[in-house]
Every structure is written in C-alpha cells, then in structure tokens.
C-alpha cells in the first residue's frame, strides 16, 4: 500500500522555465511533508519542506504548495536550471514522527 | 551537513550468505533509517530505529533485521541474501521525529549473485 505516490515518472521543461512536480498522500495522518533531490550515485539531500499548518512554502527558486484537503502537494520550480536535472522525491511524516516515507520519485530533465 | 557514513559502498555477495551493511552518524540523531532504492519503486522504507534497542518495520522488512546497540550505529543484516535484494541501501539521520529533515549516507550498492 503506497501511501505517498508521485504519478509522473519523468518531467522534461526548458531552461527558464517553470517545473512543477506533484505528490498524493493518502494517510491523513501524516503532518510534515518534504521534497528530496537526487543526483546519480549520491544519497538524496534535502530541498524543503512544509508543515501541515501552512498552505505554501517558499526558499528562493522552490515553493511548496500543500493542499490538505485534497492530500495533495507540489513543488514548484522557478527558472528551472539546466543543474536542476535530477531524480525528485516526495516524502511524509506523521504519527509520531517516526516513520519517513517516500514516493517513487520524479525524474526531471531541463533542457538547456 | 550531517556526518553519515555507510559501509561497505559496494559489495558483491553470493546468494544464501549473511551480509551487514553498517550506518553511522556523529550527529547524535535519535532517528535512523534503513531505505533501498530500485528502479520504478523509490525509496522503500525497510526498517528505523527510534533509540537505542527501539526499533521498528517499514515497508519491505521481509528478509532484514536491523540492530542499533549504540546511538551512533544502525546495521541492517540480509541473514540470507537472494537476489531480489540487489539494491542501492541508503541510510539516513534524523534529529527529531517531527518537523525535522533526515540526512542521508551516500550509498551501499549490493548485488547478489
């Protein structure tokens, strides 16, 4: 039972361009929500995050945008950069906080 | 960043042998996890540890068995590998359960053969 699902495998955008990569949850438990980038051969580090309490997050070129009521979240990304290509992941807490699950991931190209 | 260190970072191992694949953090974090990584599936969460001697399943524990004995170490043990745990293992760290990131390793590439 996959709790945290991202539906598109792969995303192709200009260079200068807006990405936007999205992510379902079904566990109405979970309460915190991140994005991971991956790049090969490298674990996954952390890009941002948002709580439950909040509707958007903003870090520079990257905003979060988490809709409760349909469990739904997404990450925006403006201009995307070529050094943006990478492997996205979506990832939930909740129940404690203990466990931290991911979906199976975004695979995004920008296009130089 | 965090200071976590997996080991070995690869490995090439026979099926039906006992491998350990060894986490370690210096950041004092209560939370490790144990994730693997394959092509279609993500990250799959396979076991984490919530203290010393706590620990817990996740997704895909069939086959695994974890030990953390000190805060600094997670290990996570395939008592007989088979060849559907060919895998990338990550790691990762965590300070607090809520509201914190996690810090991840940068890989254990395993295949069984």
């Known amino acids: 039972d996959q709790q945290v699902k991202q539906n598109s495998p792969s995303l192709s955008v200009q260079e200068g361009r807006i990405s936007i990569l999205n992510c379902d949850y079904t566990n109405s438990m979970f309460d915190y929500f991140l994005w991971y980038k991956k790049y090969p051969a490298e674990g996954p580090t952390f890009l941002i995050s948002?709580?439950?309490?909040?509707d958007k997050n903003e870090d520079g070129r990257f905003t979060v945008f988490l809709n409760k009521s349909a469990k739904h979240l997404s990450l925006h990304i403006v201009p995307s950069q070529p050094g943006d290509s990478a492997v996205y992941f979506c990832?939930?807490?909740?129940?404690?906080?203990?466990?931290?699950?991911f979906g199976a991931g975004t695979i995004l190209r920008v296009k130089s | 960043d965090a200071g976590i260190t997996q080991s070995p970072r690869h490995k090439v191992t026979e099926t039906g042998t006992p491998v350990t694949l060894r986490c370690h953090q210096t950041e004092n974090h209560r939370y490790m996890y144990w994730y693997r990584q394959d092509p279609g599936h993500g990250l799959r969460l396979i076991h984490y540890s919530y203290g010393v001697k706590d620990t817990d399943k996740g997704e895909v524990s069939d086959g695994y068995s974890v030990s953390r004995s000190k805060t600094e170490d997670f290990l996570l043990t395939l008592e007989s590998a088979t060849s559907s745990q060919t895998s990338v293992y990550f790691c990762a760290s965590r300070v607090g359960g809520e509201g914190t990131e996690a810090f991840f390793g940068q890989g254990t590439r395993l295949t069984v053969v």
């Open positions: 948002i709580s439950s309490i909040k």
């Open positions: 990832a939930a807490s909740g129940e404690y906080g203990n466990k931290l699950v």
